[in-house]
Nanobody, 121 residues
Framework: QVQLVESGGGLVQAGGSLRLSCVAS????????MGWFRQAPGKEREFVSY??????DYTDSVKGRFTISTVNAKNTVYLQMNSLKPEDTAVYYC????????????????WGQGTQVTVSS
């Protein structure tokens, strides 16, 4: 079983930065794809980014502003979020799957509890 625990959310002004962390436990972290998704009030959960081995992918709206990275020794994946905008406000979820990366939330087997990010204008 895999457990994912996110942290790092909070309230920030537009243009500011936050770094989200997700610590995974229970399995060999290096064999997993780690992803970030977000869900704003009244909207569906949407893909933000994933890292699968050396490969990364980002949704267009965050390219150039967000960076995903991992520290395998710590079983941790980060999402560095810069130049935040009010439309980035959402609950951010970490997800994991044993296999190649995907933008589809249904491809991921394990999920964290989410961390709230609020960007004020």
């Amino acid at each position: 079983q895999v457990q994912l625990v996110e942290s790092g959310g909070g309230l920030v002004q537009a243009g500011g930065s936050l770094r989200l962390s997700c610590v995974a436990s229970g399995r060999t972290f290096s064999l997993w794809t780690m992803g970030w998704f977000r869900q704003a009030p009244g909207k569906e959960r949407e893909f933000v980014s994933y890292m699968s081995g050396p490969n990364t992918d980002y949704t267009d709206s965050v390219k150039g502003r967000f960076t995903i990275s991992t520290v395998n020794a710590k079983n941790t994946v980060y999402l560095q979020m810069n130049s935040l905008k009010p439309e980035d406000t959402a609950v951010y979820y970490c997800a994991a799957v044993r296999g190649s990366g995907s933008r589809w939330s249904t491809a991921y087997k394990y999920w964290g509890q989410g961390t709230q990010v609020t960007v004020s204008s």
